[in-house]
């Protein structure tokens, strides 16, 4: 699986954007993807995953974030809104062939090329 991911840009607190993520791969649907976050300095951290059948957050996103996918035209979606200046980081999605909604970045095999989001006050 080949992921690319697009959206990212600058933006205002209190502002929205949405992250997309375009992956290869005919088994997409099967797939969990995840979205992660880094920012200057911090260790890669999880933000919100998504499988055929739920969903997971981050507490920092829950309420402002939702994750979605279109497998028809295997692309998962990030739509942040609220965004605070602490959202600021490069964002990157994953994907793993695992029927949980594992949090750890270690347990998605396939990653795509970051985004960058900057959120200023």
Known sequence: VQLQASGGGSV???????LSCAAS??????????W???APGKEREFVAAISSSGTSYADPVKGR??????NAKNT???QMNSLKPE?????????DDTWS???RASAYEHWGRGTKVTVSS
């Open 65 to 70: 974030f939702t994750i979605s996918r279109d």
């Open 76 to 78: 998962v979606y990030l």
């Open 87 to 95: 959202d600021t980081a490069v964002y990157y999605c994953a994907a």
């Open 12 to 18: 205002q607190a209190g502002g929205s954007l949405r």
């Open 36 to 38: 992660f976050r880094q």
């Open 25 to 34: 791969g005919r088994t997409f649907s099967t797939y969990v993807l995840g």
């Open 101 to 103: 909604l594992p949090s």
